[in-house]
């Protein structure tokens, strides 16, 4: 089973390096870079530590099913208007 996720959509948009998020929820650099490449599925408490710091729900950063595009989100969201 495939776990998706969003991390390296919200480092762009808090302009978060690898780096800066693996220090602050305490693992290695290269985890994030594994994590954003769906090559390593997070601990409970890491998805938890890594949600927190950016504010969000953890349904926010992880999925089982394939997030939207951003592209389509917009389109939905011009359409309601």
Do not use: C
């Not at 959509?9 to 929820?25: C, D, I, K, P, Y």
């Not at 994590?35 to 938890?48: M, N």
């Not at 504010?55 to 208007?81: C, H, P, Q, Y």
């Amino acid at each position: 089973m495939n776990l998706y996720n969003r991390i390296s959509v919200f480092r762009a948009e808090h302009g978060v390096s690898r780096r800066q998020l693996a220090e602050a929820v305490g693992v290695n650099n290269q985890t994030i870079g594994y994590l954003e490449r769906g090559d390593y599925k997070p601990s409970l408490e890491l998805a938890l530590k890594i949600a927190r710091y950016f504010g969000v729900a953890v349904e926010m950063l992880f999925s089982l099913e394939r997030f939207e595009s951003i592209a389509m989100t917009l389109k939905r969201a011009g359409e309601g208007e």
